[in-house]
């Protein structure tokens, strides 16, 4: 039995959808599961599974645990719950009765039912903001190699979707046209669907954002494609298998590039060169951003979010300048005001850019590894305007 000071850890969710816990026992199915680390005297600490009857088999040749159960080896003096979820968070309260805890600590991601299932079993539970975030950030080796194929997959549609846009036909009042029909944002965005899917990828609405509809970068597009127009790519798919994600943004205009798109293009890829440059271990994501913003103002061009009284030229960059990557699209540490030091196995983006409400924007983005002397870019795609 445990000290009446032991403490356990419960982590609890959908692996395939709660990234957190899917790290910390690297096996994916689709019902609840809680894992629990159970303080032990004999072997300092057991890691628990508890999940469906019918995952226990393959949990047992998968999930990185010591022990895999299901509810019903933690039934509750009154039964467990007809509903699932219940009864995981009865079973969890019961294996820590059992084996005599009093306090667990759970990380920022624990669904309430669990919280509220051991502290009725006289168990007190206590928030660690910080847990498991670190550990997910430092990617291992195996993560890496997974992050660096999802970022090549990403790239070969990138190019794809870029060189279809390139090469489309003009009709004379500037529409573009492929295969017989006109070129729009939509069917840009099925297309990138398509391609990921054959390849083995699940992909959120990919941006496919053409001029003044680029002037907000979270805008997704719609509508026909112009000649001339810079078009905002940004593809972050989830690779089905290992669940990492790529993140990749390019942008791409058709014919003539407008003299005000290539100046800011231009300043945007000095930024992001500068921000790589500034990337390696223990330096902030606040510093790798002010290299960025650096750049754009040295250019000539302002930071942050228009003004009502700005005119529509105003051309800024209004975002940060890049996140994590890795079971999520968008996780810490941010390259941004107050983004903490950087640890080396981090792999972030970086995605300076700049917006214009008459124009639209431009955006190019490379995912990097950091390292204790700098950074591993897994980009290899060109990052110019012009992809015919």
């Given at each position: 039995?445990?000290?009446?000071?032991a403490t356990?850890v419960?982590m609890?969710?959908?692996?395939?959808?709660?990234?957190?816990?899917y790290?910390?026992?690297?096996f994916?199915v689709?019902?609840q599961?809680?894992?629990?680390?159970?303080?032990?005297?004999a072997?300092?600490t057991?890691?628990?599974?508890?999940?469906?009857?019918?995952?226990?088999?393959?949990?047992?040749?998968h999930?990185?645990?010591?022990?895999?159960?299901?509810?019903a080896?933690f039934?509750?003096?009154g039964?467990?719950?007809?509903?699932?979820?219940?009864a995981t968070?009865q079973a969890?309260a019961?294996?820590?009765?059992?084996?005599?805890v009093?306090?667990?600590?759970a990380?920022?991601?624990l669904?309430?039912?669990?919280a509220?299932?051991?502290r009725q079993?006289?168990?007190?539970v206590h928030?660690?903001?910080?847990?498991?975030?670190?550990?997910?950030r430092r990617?291992?080796e195996?993560?890496?190699?997974h992050l660096?194929e999802?970022?090549?997959v990403?790239?070969?549609?990138m190019?794809?979707?870029?060189?279809?846009?390139?090469?489309a036909?003009?009709?004379?009042?500037g529409v573009?046209?492929?295969?017989?029909?006109?070129?729009?944002?939509e069917?840009?965005?099925?297309?990138i669907?398509?391609?990921l899917?054959?390849?083995?990828?699940?992909?959120?609405p990919?941006?496919v954002?053409a001029?003044?509809?680029?002037?907000d970068?979270h805008e997704?597009?719609s509508g026909?494609?112009?000649?001339g127009q810079?078009?905002?790519?940004d593809i972050?798919p989830?690779?089905?298998a290992?669940l990492y994600?790529?993140d990749?943004t390019?942008t791409v205009?058709?014919?003539?590039?407008?003299?005000?798109?290539?100046?800011?293009?231009?300043a945007?890829?000095?930024?992001k060169k500068a921000a790589?440059?500034?990337?390696?271990?223990?330096?902030?994501?606040?510093?790798?951003h002010a290299?960025?913003?650096?750049?754009?103002?040295?250019?000539?061009?302002?930071?942050?979010?228009p003004k009502?009284d700005?005119?529509?030229s105003?051309?800024a960059?209004?975002h940060?300048?890049g996140?994590?990557v890795?079971?999520?699209?968008?996780?810490?540490?941010?390259?941004?005001?107050?983004?903490?030091?950087?640890?080396a196995?981090d792999v972030?983006?970086?995605?300076?850019?700049?917006y214009r409400?008459?124009?639209g924007?431009?955006?190019?983005?490379?995912?990097v590894?950091v390292t204790?002397?700098?950074?591993?870019?897994l980009n290899?795609?060109?990052?110019?305007?012009d992809?015919?």
């Amino acid at each position: 039995m445990p000290s009446a000071s032991a403490t356990a850890v419960i982590m609890a969710g959908v692996p395939l959808a709660n990234a957190a816990v899917y790290h910390r026992i690297r096996f994916a199915v689709v019902d609840q599961v809680v894992y629990l680390e159970v303080p032990d005297q004999a072997r300092g600490t057991r890691r628990v599974l508890i999940l469906r009857d019918i995952e226990m088999e393959r949990a047992r040749q998968h999930a990185r645990v010591d022990e895999v159960h299901s509810p019903a080896d933690f039934k509750p003096e009154g039964g467990l719950s007809g509903d699932r979820e219940t009864a995981t968070a009865q079973a969890a309260a019961e294996c820590l009765r059992r084996a005599g805890v009093r306090r667990a600590v759970a990380d920022r991601t624990l669904p309430l039912i669990y919280a509220d299932m051991l502290r009725q079993a006289g168990i007190d539970v206590h928030c660690d903001r910080e847990m498991g975030i670190v550990d997910r950030r430092r990617k291992d080796e195996e993560e890496i190699a997974h992050l660096r194929e999802a970022q090549r997959v990403t790239e070969e549609v990138m190019a794809r979707a870029c060189r279809l846009i390139a090469q489309a036909t003009a009709r004379a009042d500037g529409v573009l046209w492929h295969e017989g029909q006109p070129l729009t944002a939509e069917r840009v965005r099925a297309m990138i669907d398509h391609w990921l899917i054959d390849l083995g990828y699940a992909n959120p609405p990919a941006i496919v954002a053409a001029g003044p509809q680029g002037a907000d970068c979270h805008e997704l597009g719609s509508g026909e494609l112009r000649t001339g127009q810079p078009v905002i790519l940004d593809i972050f798919p989830r690779n089905r298998a290992t669940l990492y994600h790529g993140d990749c943004t390019r942008t791409v205009v058709h014919g003539e590039v407008p003299d005000p798109v290539a100046l800011m293009h231009a300043a945007v890829c000095r930024a992001k060169k500068a921000a790589i440059a500034a990337v390696r271990a223990e330096v902030s994501g606040e510093a790798v951003h002010a290299a960025a913003t650096e750049a754009i103002r040295a250019a000539g061009y302002a930071v942050g979010l228009p003004k009502e009284d700005d005119p529509p030229s105003y051309t800024a960059m209004v975002h940060g300048t890049g996140h994590g990557v890795g079971l999520e699209v968008h996780e810490p540490p941010l390259l941004d005001l107050q983004g903490p030091p950087l640890v080396a196995g981090d792999v972030v983006t970086i995605e300076p850019g700049l917006y214009r409400r008459d124009l639209g924007g431009v955006r190019v983005e490379d995912m990097v590894v950091v390292t204790a002397a700098g950074c591993e870019n897994l980009n290899r795609l060109p990052e110019g305007l012009d992809w015919r």
